[in-house]
């Protein structure tokens, strides 16, 4: 039956939900409070990274690949499929990407790994420092999207193809079945209305969220200026350093020797949560990070501690033509610590999606896709 469905939030999580509604032919209507979104979807690295992600939630990153690849064709924005690389330049780094290899060897991820030569590896990126290289883990899975252009342009496209319509510069004040305020006082009535509002935890149904295992997390990050003569990074590159945030490793035997290392090593890297990556985005500039600082550890304000520390982590396992900064800036999140996201149901016909933390990009359209099939069969309270 076709359904009036509000969704509150423009970011990456309330766009997946209004494309999964439209697709069913709901009549949809998209609240964002600012001009155009500016969250946490515009403000990260673009990495759709299904290798991060553990065996239990692999499948819906996969299914969120497939719809990204669908909508990028769809809609003609830009996105580059062309994969990872995870980078050895320690003998422990190298013992763990092996040992992850074979543990996949008969798994689905399996067919799409493959364990890269220092050469092979040259052939995928150029940027690789060769000092002390090992070799790679390579991965076929993952793509680079622009957040910002996508998520700007992500709207049009529901509006072209969908009839989707769009209230930027409206915040919703306060919701209830059947019905939303904005800010100004304007009441609209709907049967569906699902908020999709990121780290704000604060305005509606601030009670959902008093005893989740939610955490905010405030990451840094740096972009350098196009790069020269058209030259290209090639695939997405992960450090050693990666192999401790990704919970997908930690089925390694092998990470307990790196994890000790590293905080013997170089325990600055522990206070800041900084492992580092970098991709290339459609004008050549190159994204790097990132750090994460939770909690009450948030302030307003960027550390340079943080960006030479994620400089000088860089500079011992990639090289770039030119490491001239453009920008640099933050983000904030709202994680679920004990789980990929957040669904709640806290009265009829109303929904709440966050808690996605550092891998929204990654699995927006999966979870999304997941929740309205069984909001299709049922609408029932679920927690993940
Ligand atoms: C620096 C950084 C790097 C990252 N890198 C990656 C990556 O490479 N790959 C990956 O998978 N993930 C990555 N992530 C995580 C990903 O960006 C987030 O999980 C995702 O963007 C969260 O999306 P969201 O829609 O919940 O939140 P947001 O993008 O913050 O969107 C929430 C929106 O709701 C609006 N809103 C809030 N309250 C209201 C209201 N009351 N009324 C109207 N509008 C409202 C806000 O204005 C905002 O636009 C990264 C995050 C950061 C910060």
Not at 153 to 182: C, H, I, N, S
Not at 200 to 221: G, N
Request: aromatic letters at 8%.
């Amino acid at each position: 039956m076709k359904e009036r469905v509000a969704i509150v939030g423009a970011g990456i999580v309330g766009l997946a939900h209004a494309w999964s509604a439209a697709e069913r032919g709901h009549e949809v209507t998209v609240y964002e409070r600012t001009k155009v979104a500016s969250g946490a979807s515009i403000r990260n690295f673009g990495m759709v990274w299904p290798i991060g992600q553990p065996a239990a939630t692999r499948g819906l990153a996969l299914l969120s690949r497939e719809r990204w690849l669908t909508l990028t064709q769809e809609s003609r924005i830009w996105a580059n499929p062309y994969g990872s690389l995870h980078l050895a330049h320690r003998a422990d780094e190298w013992s763990v990407l092996q040992e992850y290899y074979e543990l996949q060897r008969n798994t689905e991820l399996g067919t799409h790994l493959k364990l890269l030569s220092c050469e092979e590896a040259f052939e995928r990126s150029p940027g690789i420092n060769p000092v002390g290289f090992l070799g790679a883990l390579d991965c076929d899975l993952e793509i680079c999207v622009n957040p910002t252009e996508t998520i700007r342009k992500v709207p049009g496209w529901l509006m072209d193809r969908y009839e989707v319509q769009f209230k930027f510069e409206t915040a919703v004040a306060e919701v209830a079945t059947g019905r939303l305020k904005t800010a100004t006082g304007q009441l609209d009535s709907f049967d569906r209305i699902v908020i999709c509002s990121g780290h704000d935890l604060e305005t509606l149904y601030p009670e959902q969220f008093v005893d989740l295992p939610l955490k905010k997390c405030k990451l840094q990050m740096l972009r350098t200026v196009s790069q020269p003569n058209q030259w290209k990074l090639g695939a997405h590159l992960a450090s050693g350093l990666t192999l401790r945030h990704y919970e997908s490793f930690q089925e390694c035997s092998s990470l307990a020797a790196l994890v000790q290392r590293i905080a013997a090593e170089t325990p600055e890297l522990n206070r800041f949560g900084i492992h580092v990556m970098a991709s290339q985005d459609n004008h050549g500039r190159v994204v790097l990070g990132d750090s994460h600082e939770y909690g009450d550890e948030i302030e307003p304000f960027d550390s340079m501690e943080i960006d030479q520390l994620i400089l000088r982590e860089l500079q011992k396992i990639i090289r770039l033509p030119s490491w001239d900064l453009e920008r640099r800036w933050h983000g904030i999140y709202a994680k679920n610590t004990g789980g990929a996201f957040v669904s709640l149901a806290p009265e009829a016909g109303v929904y709440i999606c966050t808690g996605l933390g550092g891998a929204g990009m990654t699995m927006s359209f999966g979870v999304a896709e997941h929740l309205w099939r069984q909001w299709d069969n049922a609408a029932t309270e679920v927690l993940v």
